[in-house]
């Protein structure tokens, strides 16, 4: 029986294979900041456009699916990595209100795809509470300190959510 081999490239890292469980239309951001840097990075596997602008700080690309409209959305946010788990910070620069995606993986947590470099991978979210709440909190203010500015502004808690690997 002749077996189909990986060529050696796809055996050193992890390829994404196309198993999304997000399926619609893919509806950009109306930022047109946000939409160059998702698909520089896309593009590039984020060998570029992998920094918060002006910054030296690392991005992840996370695609959810909008509970409204059932349509594909991407965006960057602040890299927050422990042992392949991700933090996705709902800041919004201190606003009042939380972010849509935020509002859309209540809605759907299994409706998630994160992009770190060229590793993307489908995963699920949920919403941190108390001590790990804490522990991811202080890992985000870590990688971006102005956290800790946005959540002075604001009198909601800036939610926290964790982004694992399925």
């Known amino acids: 029986m002749n077996r ?8 050193r890292r992890r390829i994404y294979d196309g198993r999304v469980p997000l399926t619609g239309d893919y509806e950009p951001s109306s930022r047109k900041w946000v939409r160059d ?18 910054t030296s700080r690392p991005i992840v690309i996370f695609t959810t ?9 991407k ?3 602040m890299r927050v990595e422990h042992d392949g ?12 209100k939380h972010p ?7 809605a759907d947590p299994d409706a998630l795809m994160v992009q770190d470099a060229a590793d993307r991978f489908d995963a699920t979210a949920r919403e941190l509470q108390g001590d790990e709440r804490a522990i991811w909190w202080q890992r985000a203010v870590e990688a971006y300190p102005t956290y800790a500015n946005y959540q ?13 690997r399925r």
């Open 75 to 77: 965006f960057a946010l």
């Open 100 to 106: 849509e995606w935020y509002l859309n993986l209540k």
């Open 37 to 54: 840097q998702v698909e520089r990075y896309e593009a590039t596997d984020g060998r570029e456009a992998n920094t918060l602008a002006g």
């Open 152 to 164: 002075e502004k604001t009198s909601r808690q800036i939610p926290v959510l964790l982004a694992e």
């Open 85 to 96: 788990k991700y933090a996705m910070v709902g800041s919004v620069g201190g606003a009042p």
């Open 65 to 73: 699916r909008g509970r409204k409209s059932g349509r594909i959305r």
């Open 4 to 11: 189909v081999r990986s060529p050696p490239c796809l055996l």
